[in-house]
């Protein structure tokens, strides 16, 4: 009986035991298995505000469209070009918030006004050439005219790469003009048959009017604004004035509509435009703000070296994080030679256009005590906006840069030839012919934004390099270098090598 006992406790004890080790067993195992833990609730999707429609027209017959951009024919490299109308009613913005220095800024919409301005597209004549992604200039008017100066800097990408470029008139000024601009080239005095309807309601509207291009640019007027394609990415960019009114639109704007995939803010000063103007109440940005870092798409800050010190930019530099990215370009100034003079004619980024020259005017318009920068800020915005691209459509990060080198005095570290230190670099200034300043010029009101250059004598080349093939090697290693940094594209390293010896041979007597 004892026994028995026993035997029963022992197959108890094994019994119990299996069922132990059944429960810890691999999932193979046909015990029930324990309930998995809730999984966590899915992030509820941002909710954006509807973009107001807009209305497209073709401008009367009278005249052709006006904009001092290419001088050379557009059919000859597969373009065409296309003035629009566009019109409806626009909002200003009023603030929730102070508006802060870190670019956390809340905004509604506020008043509206009836507003019809003018968009310029240009776009490859042959559908199958469109890329997919449409470049959005916000026009510049500081000349008290609309001028496209990021077009100006990078065209020569935009062809090549099968972008459709548009430029809006999105200020009052480019319609209107406005006393002691640098010439009467404003729509209404260029052709007021043409331009006669056009009406502007007050800068504290352009932000809507911006994002309402954005609108029909994804809406069923998209067909004929782009010939008949559809866009995949819209990229907006802004250069000077235009670039401090984008800081603005990216902090208080953009989180209402999410209307752009990327933006490019080129040569932004320290501050920001205010929200709202005259004759509307006045909501003015900090001296300071930087981009907001919780932005939901790519931002790139391109600078020059007038940007960070002249216009004080210095003071809103930020960390490169998320989706916030800063490269400042050594050897460049705000605008320089390319953007006002030569680039006008540059259809495919021919060699010609690597040259480093002294010239200090623009005949007719302006003169300079000093003749105007002549370094390389095409060729890195061009990088810039291969780059951008890419980034929206893949998330791939274009590479950190390096900083300009700042002095106590907030001047610049110099290097032994007398160009800046620091910046992205590229053969202008680690294999110089001439000094590449963005600060230092005088004359005219804004020959303080174009820089200076001056060239090496011979002697000095001379010192440097000892002979021609001297000089092409350096080039060709910095060049090199910058391509392998990813500052600089294979063909537009190409063309800057191609025209060395060109470049030797002009300031060397041979």
């Not at 059919?75 to 956390?104: H, M, R, V």
């Not at 210095?314 to 705000?334: C, F, I, K, M, Y």
């Amino acid at each position: 009986m004892k026994l028995l006992n026993s035997s029963i406790t022992e197959l108890a004890v094994a019994l119990t035991l299996g069922l132990v080790l059944a429960a810890c067993s691999d999932s193979n195992s046909n015990s029930p298995a324990l309930p998995e833990p809730e999984p966590e609730p899915p992030e509820p999707s941002p909710t954006y505000l509807p973009i107001a429609q807009a209305e497209v027209s073709t401008p009367p017959d009278s005249g052709a469209l006006s904009l001092l951009a290419q001088s050379f024919d557009l059919s000859d490299i597969g373009y065409e070009d296309q003035e629009y109308f566009i019109g409806g009613e626009a909002s200003a913005f009023t603030n929730l918030n102070e508006f802060s220095p870190d670019g956390f800024w809340e905004a509604e919409p506020a008043e509206q006004q009836a507003y019809r301005t003018r968009i310029v597209v240009q776009r490859p004549e042959e559908g199958a050439a469109f890329s997919g992604t449409v470049i959005v200039e916000w026009l510049n008017v500081t000349s008290g005219f609309d001028t496209p100066p990021s077009w100006g800097t990078g065209h020569v990408e935009m062809y090549r790469s099968g972008h459709i470029w548009i430029g809006v008139s999105a200020q009052k000024v480019g319609i209107d003009g406005r006393e002691g601009g640098l010439a009467p080239l404003y729509l209404k005095a260029v052709n007021p048959d043409r331009y006669g309807e056009l009406l502007h309601p007050g800068d504290s509207f352009s932000y809507d009017i911006f994002t309402q291009v954005a609108g029909l640019l994804r809406g069923p007027e998209a067909a004929e604004l782009l010939g008949d394609r559809e866009a995949d990415y819209l990229l907006a960019l802004g250069e000077s004035q235009s670039a401090s009114r984008l800081v603005t639109y990216i902090n208080a704007v953009h989180p209402l509509y999410n209307p752009y995939d990327g933006y490019i803010v080129h040569s932004r000063g320290g501050g920001s435009a205010p929200l709202a103007q005259e004759p509307l109440a006045g909501i003015p940005a900090p001296s300071a703000p930087i981009i907001r870092d919780d932005v939901n798409v790519p931002v790139m800050t391109f600078q020059t070296e007038t940007d960070v010190t002249e216009l004080g930019f210095s003071e809103a530099r930020q960390p490169d994080e998320g989706n916030v990215l800063l490269w400042e370009v050594a050897g460049t100034s705000h605008a320089d030679y390319y953007t006002i003079v030569a680039g006008r004619l540059d259809s495919d980024g021919a060699a010609r256009f690597a040259a480093v020259v002294e010239s200090s005017s623009l005949p007719g318009f302006i003169s300079c005590d000093l003749p105007f920068n002549s370094g390389p800020m095409h060729y890195v915005f061009n990088t810039a906006l291969r780059d951008m691209d890419q980034w929206m459509r893949t998330g791939e990060l274009p590479p950190n840069a390096p900083r300009l080198a700042l002095n106590e005095q907030g001047g610049y570290q110099l290097d032994d030839s007398g160009n800046v230190v620091g910046g992205i670099r590229t053969p202008y200034v680690d294999a110089p012919t001439a000094v590449l300043s963005g600060v230092g010029n005088t004359g005219d009101g804004f020959c303080r934004l174009f820089g200076t250059t001056k060239l090496f004598a011979a002697e000095e080349l001379a010192t440097r390099y000892v002979d021609e093939a001297g000089y092409v090697n350096a080039v060709k290693d910095s060049a090199e270098a910058a391509v392998e940094a990813g500052f600089l594209l294979d063909e537009d390293a190409a063309v800057i090598i191609e025209w060395a010896p060109s470049q030797w041979q002009a300031q060397v007597p041979q």
